[in-house]
Every structure is written in structure tokens, then in C-alpha cells.
């Protein structure tokens, strides 16, 4: 069993720079692949950014390339994506998502291949 609280959202303007966090409990978590998924208004829920389970492969949406960076810390049991000169069209609510124990070496960029959530946490981009 995985539980993820992602946390760090808020209202920054154009230009700025946010860090989400995903703070996980569970012993599966090491194990784990995972990701975060960005729904905006009006909109269907999107991968925005994966990891493998030991962190040595990353998948980032298009959108996000080259701005955003996913990473995590098994040791302190947390992943995060550092997302750097927001846009307005980052606006959304972000979601942890984490796939539960995998021997696969790669990420997963499927919204089905996840098994566990976050409640999700807001930010919004102003212009």
C-alpha cells in the first residue's frame, strides 16, 4: 500500500518558479515508479513528467521540456518537480502518482499504469 500527500502549489506570476513535493508512505515505494499528471480547467488529465523507480530514466511532456525537472529521494521517501518559468498555460492542478512495485527499469507515461494518487495541489500562473 502507497500513500502520496503532494503539496507546494500556489499562485506565482509568469516567470516564476515553483517546486511541488510527493511525500510517500508505504514500503513499495522504492519500488516504484512514478509520476506527476497535470489536469487544467476544462481539460482531460495529461502526463506531464515520469521517473523510473531508481531515478535513472525521466520522460517530460513536451510542453514542460527543458523547464520542468522531475526527480526523487528514496531515502526521504519523496518525490518532486522542480518547474521552472511558469506559464499561464501551466495552470492547472498537479497530481502524484506512483505505480506501486515494478521491476521495470522504465518509466510509464500511462495514466492506467498508475495505482496510487495524491490528492492534488493547485497552481496557478498568472500572467
Known amino acids: 500500500q502507497v500513500q502520496l500527500v503532494d503539496s507546494g502549489g500556489g499562485l506565482v506570476q509568469a516567470g516564476d518558479s515553483l517546486r511541488l513535493s510527493c511525500a510517500a508512505s508505504g514500503r513499495t515505494f522504492n519500488r516504484s515508479a512514478m509520476g506527476w499528471f497535470r489536469q487544467a480547467p476544462g481539460k482531460e488529465r495529461d502526463i506531464v513528467a515520469a521517473?523510473?523507480?531508481?531515478?535513472?530514466?525521466?520522460y517530460y511532456a513536451d510542453s514542460v521540456k527543458g523547464r520542468f525537472t522531475i526527480s526523487r529521494d528514496n531515502a526521504k521517501n519523496t518525490m518532486y518537480l522542480q518547474m521552472n518559468s511558469l506559464k499561464p498555460e501551466d495552470t492547472a492542478v498537479y497530481y502524484c502518482?506512483?505505480?506501486?512495485?515494478?521491476?521495470?527499469?522504465?518509466?510509464?507515461?500511462?495514466?492506467?499504469?498508475?495505482?496510487?494518487w495524491g490528492q492534488g495541489t493547485l497552481v496557478t500562473v498568472s500572467s
Open positions: 502518482a506512483a505505480t506501486g512495485p515494478t521491476y521495470s527499469g522504465s518509466y510509464h507515461v500511462r495514466e492506467s499504469t498508475y495505482s496510487y
Open positions: 521517473i523510473s523507480w531508481s531515478g535513472d530514466s525521466t
